[in-house]
């Protein structure tokens, strides 16, 4: 499920208050991501989302609901966008379905294109109350402990340390990518280190790494 820009929801809003709240949080997604929390008013939001003061309190009462709404707003994306939308039952794909390498890739490339988006789902989630009930938080969760359970993961892993553990290198790194890549040959260089070494610790530390001796040859082509 991709991101709707308030522009493109402008059209829809009128006739549909479900389009007007997702303009609202869009533009509440773009102020957190460029300016922080502290930058962040209804006032400032309903004119970027392009309607007025009052249409964004009927939708939200205060300052602290938008932020809330707009964390869950935002995990649920990334949710779909990382591990695929539900079906029309409500299932998700299951990990030991997804090719590995495929995996990593899309979630680093995913986190390197879109740096905002991941500073405003870390920063927000852990300075929340309970950091573990983020939807993509759980679902990632979720993700690692299939793999882990199923006949492709080594013994003895504790899902929740290494989600926080693997989630915090993913949204980090786009950060350091950017203070220190300023053309896009040097972001995708950086991207592919990001690539090659996640591959390296889930080879070697989350999978049965015998199991998958065409990761071993990869990994080997891509440290040459």
Same mark, same amino acid.
């Given at each position: 499920?991709?991101?709707?820009?308030?522009?493109?929801?402008?059209?829809?809003?009128?006739? !549909?208050?479900?389009?007007?709240?997702?303009?609202?949080?869009?533009?509440?997604?773009?102020?957190?991501?460029?300016?922080?929390?502290? /930058?962040?008013?209804?006032? @400032?939001?309903?004119?970027?989302?392009?309607?007025?003061?009052?249409?964004?309190?009927?939708?939200?009462?205060?300052? #602290? !609901?938008?932020? @809330?709404?707009?964390?869950?707003?935002?995990?649920?994306?990334? /949710?779909?966008?990382?591990?695929?939308?539900?079906?029309? &039952?409500?299932?998700?794909?299951?990990?030991?379905?997804?090719?590995?390498? #495929?995996?990593?890739?899309?979630?680093?490339?995913?986190?390197? +294109?879109?740096?905002?988006?991941?500073?405003?789902?870390?920063? #927000?989630?852990?300075? &929340?109350?309970?950091?573990?009930? !983020?939807?993509?938080?759980?679902?990632?969760?979720?993700?690692?402990? +299939?793999?882990?359970?199923?006949?492709? $993961?080594? +013994?003895?892993?504790?899902? +929740?340390?290494?989600?926080?553990?693997?989630?915090?290198?993913?949204?980090?790194?786009?950060?350091?990518?950017?203070? $220190? /890549?300023?053309? @896009?040959?040097?972001?995708?260089?950086?991207?592919?280190?990001?690539?090659?070494?996640?591959?390296?610790?889930?080879?070697?530390?989350?999978?049965?790494?015998? @199991?998958?001796?065409?990761?071993?040859?990869?990994?080997?082509?891509?440290?040459?």
């Amino acid at each position: 499920m991709g991101l709707v820009s308030p522009e493109r929801a402008k059209g829809r809003r009128r006739r !549909d208050p479900a389009a007007t709240r997702e303009a609202i949080l869009a533009a509440a997604m773009t102020v957190l991501a460029s300016d922080g929390r502290d /930058a962040l008013s209804l006032t @400032k939001v309903a004119q970027l989302a392009g309607v007025n003061r009052g249409t964004a309190y009927q939708h939200f009462n205060t300052r #602290e !609901d938008l932020v @809330k709404a707009t964390v869950a707003w935002v995990s649920e994306r990334l /949710a779909d966008t990382v591990f695929g939308a539900p079906d029309d &039952s409500g299932l998700v794909p299951d990990a030991t379905q997804r090719p590995v390498y #495929e995996a990593i890739t899309g979630l680093v490339d995913f986190a390197v +294109e879109n740096p905002g988006l991941g500073r405003v789902w870390l920063f #927000e989630v852990l300075a &929340s109350d309970n950091p573990g009930e !983020d939807v993509f938080f759980k679902r990632f969760e979720l993700s690692t402990k +299939e793999l882990a359970d199923s006949e492709f $993961g080594a +013994e003895g892993i504790d899902a +929740e340390a290494l989600s926080v553990m693997m989630l915090g290198g993913y949204f980090l790194w786009p950060l350091w990518v950017r203070a $220190g /890549a300023r053309t @896009k040959k040097e972001r995708e260089a950086m991207a592919q280190r990001m690539r090659r070494e996640v591959l390296r610790l889930s080879l070697h530390g989350i999978l049965r790494a015998e @199991k998958f001796p065409h990761l071993q040859k990869l990994l080997d082509e891509l440290g040459s």
